[in-house]
């Protein structure tokens, strides 16, 4: 099985910050990776597919990175929108996610 | 709209059964692959099963394998997940989501299932 590992698991923001979220795949998975936000109590919404393709609607302050192994997310500019958490999801053997990273007010 | 509705969640004994829809709407359902994922309270995602749009293929998560069953009626415009011999490591929010296994672009908002004696 494929094994997704998320860092940091919790950080800490401030409006304007710009963030980055690593993903690290347990073998290569290609540019098989998404990127998904979830907020409390609600389902989660596709940000980033192929690695690097932003998905339609989804604002361009949002940006996905990286091949093989290691992927990036980046938020070039927090808004208040985008308090959540965060998911990586591997598609390249069946699916496996990420643990989550929260995205907490500072 | 897409519009994916889930039920069929409640209280079920552990070794029980329960079975899932998800009625979708506002697109052509039988073109997509159609997906359950879950997730326990306080945890994270996990994916549970995927069909193909012709049924032609599912596949399951291993923590799943052999107790659950997916199927799809196209002529419904409906997903299902057959659940059986439940255990209480099954309790979860239950999504459909769909799209291939991978980019996953429209959720339902879950439906809750809890195994508890």
């Known amino acids: 099985d494929i094994q997704m590992t998320q860092s940091p698991s919790t950080l800490s923001a401030s409006v304007g910050d710009r963030v980055t979220i690593t993903c690290r795949a347990s073998?290569?998975?290609?540019?098989?990776l998404a990127w998904y936000q979830q907020k409390p109590g609600k389902a989660p919404k596709l940000l980033i597919y192929?690695?690097?393709s932003l998905e339609s609607g989804v604002p361009s302050r949002f940006s996905g990175s990286g091949s093989g192994t290691e992927f990036t997310l980046t938020i070039s500019s927090l808004q208040p929108d985008d308090f959540a958490t965060y998911y990586c999801?591997?598609?390249?053997?069946?699916?496996?996610f990420g643990q989550g990273t929260k995205v907490a007010m500072k | 709209e897409v519009q994916l509705v889930e039920s069929g969640g409640g209280l079920v004994k552990p070794g029980g059964s329960l079975r899932l829809s998800c009625a979708a709407s506002?697109?052509?359902?039988?073109?997509?692959?159609m997906n359950w994922v879950r997730q326990a309270p306080g945890k994270g995602l996990e994916w549970v099963s995927s069909?193909?749009?012709?049924?032609?293929?599912?596949y399951y998560a291993d923590s799943v394998k052999g107790r659950f069953t997916i199927s799809r009626d196209n002529a419904k415009n409906s997903l299902y997940l057959q659940m059986n011999s439940l255990r209480a490591e099954d309790t979860a929010v239950y999504y459909c989501?769909?799209?291939?296994?991978?980019?996953?672009?429209?959720w339902g908002q879950g439906t809750l299932v809890t195994v508890s004696s």
């Open positions: 989501a769909r799209g291939p296994i991978g980019e996953l672009d429209y």
């Open positions: 506002g697109f052509t359902f039988s073109s997509y692959s």
């Open positions: 069909i193909t749009s012709s049924s032609r293929y599912t």
């Open positions: 073998q290569s998975i290609s540019s098989w």
């Open positions: 192929k690695a690097s």
């Open positions: 999801q591997q598609y390249n053997t069946y699916s496996t």
